[in-house]
């Protein structure tokens, strides 16, 4: 049996208000809080990147003996620092990894990190007393005033993956789709995505019924044998959108128990916003840490990932006895409460601060808000430099 046995999130502590941004914006609010599903989102701060948030979300499930029986970092995003060199080969050194191991980046907008975890799975099955570690760390951005600005956000989740794990296993059976199609994508000159809003929405509806279809067929399990379903979420209303359908002729008493437990994994990507590959495990953080929901052992959780471009998986994981005694809920909900309001002044600073680009040696000027463990202290002849 092999799975998440720790998991966790960081997110930058300042955010923006969305009721703040519409009314900048000269939205209805009303669009932002019920029509698109967001209350707040976090912003960055320029000390904080991939590979911060990604050290920063890792750090705290991390104990001596994962340090020497971890064998692979994957990170999954779409927000890396290099083209060349990976986040991991950074996250290794700031988390103190044992050497023997191997670090690597993976790409496919916010399906990477779930790339990860597959990867991950079947290495630890072939070497069952080792571990890896799965991040997935992004910073999402589409632009000022852009319409996709409401969904974007910043964040990383960490999961070490071991046998007999002690929060959920990850069943064997996965179903995949890839198609190549232009629904969001960021070609390297621009820093900040290019989406086709409405196609992308349906690009991510239609994958799930295809998937859906093919995995019910291989599988042969049906709705009634889920308790509840994760998605990749963007913002709340996505994973809705395309798990409605699918309810319309089942049983009641089933449908509404899949609604309620979709609901309560949507409150901590409402605070957060869109944090791309690490979206749909903060999403199972969420449902997990809920004292309403009603899920034990052997629980099964469905999972449905997607990356725009685009690649997107269903599987399926089920808990394990004690599973609620490894969550870090409260520290994960102290940390969300405990972040800074910015004004839209603020927020726009902060959006439009670059680093420096040229070969000298700068000091990166970290606000007196960034608190946070890992940080970006210096850019020296074009390396970037960490402090701890
Ligand atoms: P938009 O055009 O600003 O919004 O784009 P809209 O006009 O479609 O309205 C959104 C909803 O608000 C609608 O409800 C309106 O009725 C409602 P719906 O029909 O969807 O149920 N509304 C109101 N409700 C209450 N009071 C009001 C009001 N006004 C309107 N006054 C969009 C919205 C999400 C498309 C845009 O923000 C966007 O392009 N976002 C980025 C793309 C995105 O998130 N796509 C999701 C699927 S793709 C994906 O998940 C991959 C991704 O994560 C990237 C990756 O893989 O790396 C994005």
Same mark, same amino acid.
């Given at each position: 049996?092999?799975?998440?046995?720790?998991?966790?999130?960081?997110?930058?502590?300042?955010?923006?208000?969305?009721?703040?941004?519409?009314?900048?914006?000269?939205?209805?609010?009303?669009?932002?809080? @019920? #029509?698109?599903?967001? +209350?707040?989102?976090?912003?960055?701060?320029?000390?904080?990147? !991939?590979?911060?948030? =990604? &050290?920063? %979300?890792?750090?705290?499930?991390?104990?001596?003996?994962?340090?020497?029986?971890?064998?692979?970092?994957?990170?999954?995003?779409?927000?890396?620092?290099?083209?060349?060199?990976?986040?991991?080969?950074?996250?290794?050194?700031?988390?103190?990894?044992?050497?023997?191991?191997?670090?690597?980046?993976?790409?496919?907008?916010?399906?990477?990190?779930?790339?990860?975890?597959?990867?991950?799975?079947?290495?630890?099955?072939?070497?069952?007393?080792?571990?890896?570690?799965? @991040? #997935?760390?992004?910073? +999402?951005?589409?632009?000022?005033?852009?319409?996709?600005?409401? !969904?974007?956000?910043? =964040? &990383?989740? %960490?999961?070490?993956?071991?046998?007999?794990?002690?929060?959920?296993?990850?069943?064997?059976?996965?179903?995949?789709?890839?198609?190549?199609?232009?629904?969001?994508?960021?070609?390297?000159?621009?820093?900040?995505?290019?989406?086709?809003?409405?196609?992308?929405?349906?690009?991510?509806?239609?994958?799930?019924?295809?998937?859906?279809?093919?995995?019910?067929?291989?599988?042969?399990?049906?709705?009634?044998?889920?308790?509840?379903?994760?998605?990749?979420?963007?913002?709340?209303?996505?994973?809705?959108?395309?798990?409605?359908?699918?309810?319309?002729?089942?049983?009641?008493?089933?449908?509404?128990?899949?609604?309620?437990?979709?609901?309560?994994?949507?409150?901590?990507?409402?605070?957060?916003?869109?944090?791309?590959?690490?979206?749909?495990?903060?999403?199972?953080?969420?449902?997990?840490?809920?004292?309403?929901?009603?899920?034990?052992?052997?629980?099964?959780?469905?999972?449905?990932?997607?990356?725009?471009?685009?690649?997107?998986?269903?599987?399926?994981?089920?808990?394990?006895?004690?599973?609620?005694?490894?969550?870090?809920?409260?520290?994960?909900?102290?940390?969300?409460?405990?972040?800074?309001?910015?004004?839209?002044?603020?927020?726009?600073?902060?959006?439009?601060?670059?680093?420096?680009?040229?070969?000298?040696?700068?000091?990166?000027?970290?606000?007196?808000?960034?608190?946070?463990?890992?940080?970006?202290?210096?850019?020296?002849?074009?390396?970037?430099?960490?402090?701890?």
């Amino acid at each position: 049996m092999v799975g998440i046995d720790k998991i966790n999130f960081y997110t930058p502590n300042t955010y923006i208000d969305l009721v703040t941004l519409a009314e900048a914006r000269g939205i209805d609010p009303d669009k932002f809080i @019920i #029509g698109i599903g967001q +209350s707040k989102m976090s912003v960055p701060p320029i000390s904080q990147d !991939t590979v911060t948030m =990604g &050290a920063n %979300a890792a750090f705290p499930i991390l104990e001596k003996a994962d340090l020497e029986l971890i064998d692979l970092i994957v990170v999954g995003t779409e927000s890396g620092i290099d083209e060349s060199k990976s986040v991991g080969t950074f996250i290794h050194d700031l988390l103190g990894v044992q050497p023997f191991a191997k670090a690597v980046e993976i790409k496919q907008a916010c399906y990477g990190a779930t790339a990860g975890l597959m990867m991950a799975v079947d290495y630890v099955r072939l070497h069952p007393d080792r571990k890896a570690l799965v @991040i #997935g760390s992004d910073i +999402s951005r589409y632009g000022l005033a852009t319409s996709g600005e409401v !969904t974007q956000g910043a =964040g &990383a989740i %960490a999961m070490v993956i071991s046998s007999n794990p002690r929060i959920l296993e990850i069943e064997g059976e996965t179903v995949a789709l890839t198609q190549n199609i232009f629904d969001f994508w960021r070609p390297n000159y621009s820093d900040t995505a290019i989406v086709d809003g409405k196609f992308s929405n349906e690009a991510y509806i239609s994958s799930f019924h295809t998937l859906w279809e093919e995995f019910m067929r291989r599988t042969e399990l049906k709705l009634s044998d889920f308790d509840a379903f994760c998605f990749h979420m963007p913002y709340t209303k996505m994973g809705k959108k395309a798990l409605l359908p699918i309810l319309e002729n089942e049983d009641k008493d089933l449908a509404n128990q899949l609604i309620f437990n979709y609901d309560l994994g949507t409150h901590y990507t409402r605070h957060i916003g869109n944090i791309y590959t690490g979206s749909l495990y903060l999403s199972l953080m969420s449902l997990l840490n809920n004292p309403d929901h009603k899920l034990t052992a052997k629980s099964r959780i469905g999972f449905f990932s997607y990356g725009s471009g685009a690649v997107a998986e269903i599987f399926s994981g089920v808990l394990v006895p004690g599973f609620e005694k490894h969550l870090l809920k409260k520290e994960q909900e102290e940390h969300l409460e405990s972040r800074i309001s910015l004004s839209i002044d603020e927020y726009e600073a902060l959006f439009n601060e670059t680093i420096p680009k040229d070969d000298g040696i700068h000091t990166i000027n970290r606000s007196k808000t960034d608190n946070s463990l890992f940080y970006l202290k210096e850019i020296n002849e074009h390396k970037r430099i960490y402090g701890k």
